[in-house]
């Protein structure tokens, strides 16, 4: 804040005492903001999802996790955007089957995989897609939606068809089902069949979505890419 007028005796004008504390405090945190940005390193942090982790994989899941860590600070190292590093990240991510992002996704009712990914930044800028079958590498056709000037969110076919107009060709279902994936498959589906007739069965924990988010000194983004949930997914346009 300015300082007092003179004339006030070195008193905040309009009163006998020291200058009020929450505007002392609005001070100091704009101080402590602008340092912040001067002195900041670039950061990313991921998270490989929730839910109910077997002992045996977790040594799998750490390195899976660390790798993806690894894969965005590289790219900021070299001097990298938040965004691309995001995009690095969520792409070891979704090529590693121990999580629910591309290869390995949970199943639909179906019995398919149908992916979710979304990147936002800073500046809330906002690109996404949800429900398209058969996409590997989901987060690279959210960027695609983001650097779009026509779309913000694109669902199923839509998104395939603009997928399409890009370049992007559906990936083998077999390269991206996983044998872990069909096991917890057909047991919700037994677990659901044998739930007393009227009830419904017990919730059961399924993998959540994997993610990331990252910081620079000149760029901030958030990305998360997400996984079908054991539904029949449905958009409407």
């Given at each position: 804040?300015?300082?007092?007028?003179?004339?006030?005796?070195?008193?905040?004008?309009?009163?006998?005492?020291?200058?009020?504390?929450?505007?002392?405090?609005?001070?100091?945190?704009?101080?402590?903001?602008?340092?912040?940005?001067?002195?900041?390193?670039?950061?990313?942090?991921?998270?490989?999802?929730?839910?109910?982790?077997?002992?045996?994989?977790?040594?799998?899941?750490?390195?899976?996790?660390?790798?993806?860590?690894?894969?965005?600070?590289?790219?900021?190292?070299?001097?990298?955007?938040?965004?691309?590093?995001?995009?690095?990240?969520?792409?070891?991510?979704?090529?590693?089957?121990?999580?629910?992002?591309?290869?390995?996704?949970?199943?639909?009712?179906?019995?398919?995989?149908?992916?979710?990914?979304?990147?936002?930044?800073?500046?809330?800028?906002?690109?996404?897609?949800?429900?398209?079958?058969?996409?590997?590498?989901?987060?690279?056709?959210?960027?695609?939606?983001?650097?779009?000037?026509?779309?913000?969110?694109?669902?199923?076919?839509?998104?395939?068809?603009?997928?399409?107009?890009?370049?992007?060709?559906?990936?083998?279902?077999?390269?991206?089902?996983?044998?872990?994936?069909?096991?917890?498959?057909?047991?919700?589906?037994?677990?659901?069949?044998?739930?007393?007739?009227?009830?419904?069965?017990?919730t059961a924990v399924w993998p959540a979505t994997a993610g990331a988010s990252s910081a620079s000194?000149?760029?901030?983004?958030?990305?998360?890419?997400?996984?079908?949930?054991?539904?029949?997914?449905?958009?409407?346009?």
């Amino acid at each position: 804040p300015p300082a007092p007028a003179k004339s006030t005796g070195g008193r905040w004008p309009g009163s006998s005492s020291s200058p009020p504390s929450s505007i002392l405090l609005r001070g100091c945190q704009r101080a402590a903001s602008a340092l912040y940005i001067r002195t900041m390193k670039a950061a990313i942090i991921i998270h490989a999802g929730a839910g109910d982790l077997a002992d045996q994989d977790a040594p799998t899941a750490r390195a899976g996790a660390a790798g993806a860590v690894s894969a965005g600070l590289t790219v900021l190292r070299q001097g990298g955007s938040s965004l691309d590093a995001v995009l690095a990240a969520v792409r070891v991510l979704e090529d590693d089957p121990e999580f629910n992002a591309g290869v390995g996704a949970v199943l639909t009712r179906a019995g398919t995989i149908e992916v979710d990914a979304a990147v936002m930044t800073g500046d809330l800028r906002f690109g996404a897609i949800a429900g398209v079958e058969n996409f590997r590498r989901p987060i690279d056709l959210a960027r695609l939606v983001f650097c779009s000037d026509e779309h913000v969110l694109l669902c199923a076919e839509g998104a395939w068809a603009f997928a399409r107009e890009h370049g992007f060709t559906p990936t083998d279902p077999a390269e991206m089902i996983t044998e872990r994936a069909r096991t917890r498959f057909h047991a919700e589906r037994k677990r659901r069949k044998e739930a007393a007739p009227g009830r419904d069965a017990p919730t059961a924990v399924w993998p959540a979505t994997a993610g990331a988010s990252s910081a620079s000194a000149n760029s901030c983004a958030a990305k998360k890419n997400a996984r079908a949930k054991p539904s029949a997914s449905r958009c409407r346009r």
